[in-house]
């Protein structure tokens, strides 16, 4: 696999880790009895933490030094 595919595969696992906070809210609080509101998907957002933000960000930043890496080799 060159340089521009494992760049793009790093964006694509950010965006999956980024998307998958907030189904994991929505699964969580969809379990809630009552009203549901900003509030309640905050306190949702709360309970599952910022790990996977954390990894989302640290993948993307990964994904974009590669694919910067792919298009400095391909000058040169």
């Known amino acids: 696999m060159n340089r521009?595919?494992?760049?793009?595969?790093f964006c694509l696992i950010?965006?999956?880790?980024f998307l998958s906070?907030?189904?994991t809210a929505a699964i969580y609080?969809?379990?809630m009895l009552g009203s549901w509101g900003p509030d309640i998907f905050v306190?949702?957002?709360?309970y599952v933490g910022g790990s996977?933000?954390?990894?989302s960000v640290?993948?993307?930043?990964a994904g974009i030094i590669y694919l910067l890496f792919a298009e400095i080799k391909k000058e040169s």
């Open 58 to 61: 640290i993948s993307l930043i």
């Open 4 to 9: 521009r595919g494992a760049g793009v595969g």
């Open 43 to 46: 306190k949702g957002l709360a």
């Open 52 to 55: 996977l933000t954390t990894l």
């Open 14 to 17: 950010a965006a999956l880790l």
């Open 21 to 23: 906070r907030y189904i």
């Open 29 to 31: 609080i969809s379990n």
